[in-house]
């Protein structure tokens, strides 16, 4: 197959702090060769202009025969940052358990309030994390360690590694946490230390690049569909009423377009992705409006990120340096109670927005079996002495994937898609997102 | 107990279109005798000055051995206002399957979208009702009929009733609704027409006069509880995190109050009845100073009616004739903000309003009961010629109240009654909201 | 007030231990005067023959001003026997917290595995409760104590309270331990100790005499419907599907009945109140073969107590003292699939036994909210001295009973009160279960 | 391509009825190309001795520019037959809609209570399906068509698919009705009929050959989970408490499994894939001893079919031909009461048996999503001519299976797989099923 040779796919070796040279304590099981590598054929928009999809060969996660820290020696300590997600504690649960139940490891510690955790000046103390102390944290949602946003000076968390003898940083946390985890592996690189810098994506939005699906978005999905169930109701019932849900999704409307798939009662969905208009020919408002006439109630989700190309643009960003949105729900509401006061149609808008009500609930069972598997081969890969990746499942598969790799772009929607054909099938809101199509018989989820 | 008989309590009897001559169709049950009523102590806080609680007689609801209507022959309609609550299609249901099955009663209509629905000029079809088509509606929450808000004239609704030769209406709402009914059911007795106006309070506030719980209140609160749960997890997830969660309650604090109790992660319940500070000695700010300080946390529930004396009013009201409320979760947001950041405290505030979400599920067990109940006993007392009242359960018993009673004021909290005492317990707020004591040993709910 | 001289209640007087004559540590509250009875007219079923049920005068709950006991030298202990119920939790937590924050109570002992753990030969370790221990426990169903069956010698117990210097028991359990808990009393008495016992009516049957509804009944219900609703989809799912539920109560069928009320699916409810027949005219079978001609499908709640007088009589008694009732279920199943395979008609039957799920999940709120003021009364009884009682909410009012009275017989559904009449409405099953009416115009629950 | 024809595969290619020379009234989309194949790499345990599972091509689901019926003209079938799963609902709704809205296809009947309503002698009438007929009935569990197990003759079958003129029958089932439409498209090609024969694989058990993940199969294990955290409770309120799970899993312990992951309480899984010993060494019952020693609870999640191999075998088979099995949940609860009186240890036993509340939930929202795609491709698939058989995913991608290759076994459990061995570490029941390891490093689900 000669033509496969010259494809070129990105590059997805995985660094290690050094041979690994210690039989693991592991008696039980099987080990991952260390050379084996596995073909996964991914969506052309996980790749770059240029690359080919085809075969892309992945490290496999999962435990070594040799390792290369001597577990029972070595410290680790786990930070989240960011927004919550469910399935934060599943994952801190894991990585204690793997690291103490499995690796016999010497100390697995928590920062608090994520990297500020590492700044002596904020004053949080270590806390050392036991399997007494996680038991029972699944049934919780949120974070044990709590978290925050924005990022702190590589120097000064090498420092704080190399201070407190930590050989293993896990980092729990999303795009901006991941590019932060990067600059801290290279910090250790530049000093020759001996740290493994291990991330676990977490995103609700689900846009990490190559992630198929990041833990926490199952559950996301399902208690979004609630709300969606609530504004249709309340839509039913008003005379011309009108439930606007908004969801989570700045750049990617992965959460709008899975819930409107689970559930059927969505009339519009609103996407980043999308560049809809208002007015017009293809305008929302007069799709609205025939809807209204024709069913005498609608549903819209709204992914929070999206309608921008309608909204002056502040040009802040916030602690995690994200930029400040301009506000689509505000929007939508007055433009959609302009142009119909405008017609002398009595109606009524219900507004929900359920954000903190999705991102603080327990993780589902889906979830927990995830990021049970997250945080076990997490601490494989650590032991292992490998560094500068995330641990993911890339289409069924537990691979290793290069730091460098997933923060390169965030992952969004293919609009040309089978998946959000599907999508557009069951709102069919044709009229304002005429299907656009190039061939991509993916599902993206 | 001499002073017993100079007590002078409300005025509790039933109005009814004329005497009872047509044997009941009911034949496997004990009738409620005509003359029948029953003592219940209520609480001082339903009553009015001068009043006493002692030994009220109410009259019991139930089926009557003799019934005014010829049950075959006459028609029933049912409407529901103002805002959604859980158990309204359990009351529909219920109202339904007893006229059909129990009173084989001619027709049951639906009227859509409230009041608005007797007036032809909004163009809203009636709607038949069977047991069909509402067999399966007590698993969807909202109204099945609609709802809107706000009056239409009497004589309009009454002429409309007339056209349609309906002779018994049944009203479920709030504390407008009922004196809506009021004023249609006064309009009817100048008219002599013989039409029975019998009303179901409905009010996720739980603020109707003398009735004990409103139906959905229950549900409610369990919702609510989600809610606070979430905030609970966000507030413990940063740094002096302040989760806030509004709830219903426009000029009572009851959802508040009772989810509080339900769920003990609330540090401070701001409810109407009670005038507390932003600043100074007995202020809010100060006392979330001293907590954050000791416990890096810190959960909020107001409800929406609460602080309104913080508040500029604008003096307009809404479509129902509410005041229209000051922004409470707004001015705390921005007040504790400015006064955090004065004091150099980092802090991150979740503001959570789930109100819709509350609103729109379907009943629990609890309500479905209850609702069931209702609707009954709403049947009951329109075929036996009763009028001018509505259907409840006062501490534990089914009755008639006239609703000149229900809507001669608002329920509200007792601020002075062990409920509260056991609010201010579970919060530990003394400092914003010392007990006052006048020693009411009732529960109020 | 010489009528009520006449009316020969039930003796409701609470014992105590002696005067009370510390002031109380609670300086935020108002009181409950000491020689206060509040009038609550009973259920007819909640009394003997020859009692009257007008205006029986209760003791009600509350704070007192004046104490028995020196709160902080006090110790008190909390055990837990019989089956799982939801709500233990939350009574233990709030006992706990009102002991420790209102009274600072010098401990708080919990007592392993139920009466066992006061027998040094079962080895089970005291624990001691903090706020700090308890404060999560409300999120996780069954008892943190454990519990067990059966009694244990009330001098052994007595002996082991004065070996611990307990001066305060509070037994959490059913009929069959709140009977040991007055031996235990009495024995107390005997020994003139100054040892409160304060009993907490814990039963998921709802059948303790007097207790308009236990803790967990709410929860229980509740959890039931979604065994119902599962059994009603099989049911539909097959050409004449049978679904059947078998529910708690050996003696009454409270919670058959209420969920019966709650989920409109259910065909028919057998309780032990009812002796139905299985054949003959008013026979079950061919009722139910009348119903799946009509119909297809049928949904049978049994309580497990039910059908008694069908089955033969093992004579024996479990660990509880407990009649083995015979298998109602089993005879059902083969009794069914007997008589209609002899009519040649085909079937599904599909059983569920949900007991173990719905005993050990976690308190809704309504639940919660009672938990915590049962466990908030229970202190203040148990401080001012009281004794030989259980604390309970009687028609919406929160009062303390005499164990000698809620032990007396057991509470059961009355078979000619409105609220069964209901019951026979919602299911339509007056071929098997003709009303018997005597006229109770009361709802029971 | 040489290296890909000697790697010898399972035989993948879809039969058709002919060729598909009619465009598709899809207008909006893009589609598959006639020819396209996709490879996907599956786990060993999916192909049969001296297959390879590298580069195995499918042949993707998806709309066809040219289709082979004359969508308006041709009538479809939905039949559904077996157990109960959650989300069949959702797939019947979901091919109703994809039939009637994209394809505007002249019917969809609904064939009752499996294939017993093709035979005229059962007397079931058909359904008409319309999008006003389904549009609700995804909220509710079951199937609104009714089921049956056992298969009917093929001939009759087709005698009544082309007596009733339809063009598509789907058929939703599991391993043996799949073995039935296995058959009925080998008569339909018999007699050159024009009727494409589409399945839709439906199994709780997760057994089906190739299928990755049957739908309905993780609302099953979040529900499952639901169960174990009772039995865990209900374990831990007793001293020495063994809470016992017995879940679906004939011949597959794939919820167990997946269930025990999910809730990290489980000590033991019993499935049929490993044969464990109840004594000796390696032996349950000495393990158990153990456990209840050191911690004093134990939970025990047992596979319905597993342990047969310590059962005598009735060799019964049942109405779907399945061998009836022997009882493990009985000998387990006689095993261990036997084992532990011996040795004197109190404990006390609880067993739940969740079967038809987890069969007969809703589908989550996963599950959902799922089903609406199956739905949509199976209609996609029958519209271009496809016949004999499934639509299913598979890591990922939806793609056309043979019905030959999704009988030809039962997918089970690879005890030598990480997920086998995530399982082991989960429970850590090694003293009873020791790891054995061949290097499989995927993860089955």
Redesign the interface.
Known sequence: ?PSRAKAKGPDTRIATLGPARIESPLT??????DD?M????VSPEDLDEGETEN?ILFE?A?PRANIYFDSSKVKAAIVTCGG?CPGINDVI?AIV??AH??YNMAATLGIR?GL?GFIPK?G?EIMELTPQSVS?I???????L???RGPQQPEDIVDALERSNIGVLFVIGGDGTLKAARKIHEEVAKRGARISVIGVPKTIDNDINLV?QSFGF?TA??KA???I???H??A????N?I?IVKLMGRESGFIAA??T????EVNYVLVPEDNFQLHGVHGLLPSLEERLKARKHAVIVVAEGAGQHLLEQSGHTDASGNLVLGDISSLLTSEITGYLKERGMQHTI?????S??I???PA???D??YC??LG?FAVHAAMAGKTGMVVS?V????VHLPLELVTRKRKKLDM?S?YW??V???T?Q?AIS??V???????T?
């Open positions: 197959m039980y099981c099987h080990f991952v060769p084996m596995i073909p996964i054929r075969d496999p999962g919550l649960r358990m793997e139940h499995n309030f500020q904020y949080h029972n699944h049934e919780f949602g949120g974070t044990m709590g978290s925050s198929t199952d999905v399902e569909t609630e709300a169930r609530c504004a109701t309340e039913l019932g008003a005379m009423g439930g899975q819930a798939l689970a559930l059927k219900k507004y929900i927005d359920p903190y009500i991102r603080s609930v589902n069972s889906n927990r079996v049970g598997f076990q499942k289409y069924g598969r537990y040309t089978d054909r599907a557009l099938e069951s069919g044709y005429p299907m199509s190039k061939g991509s018989p993916f599902c989820i």
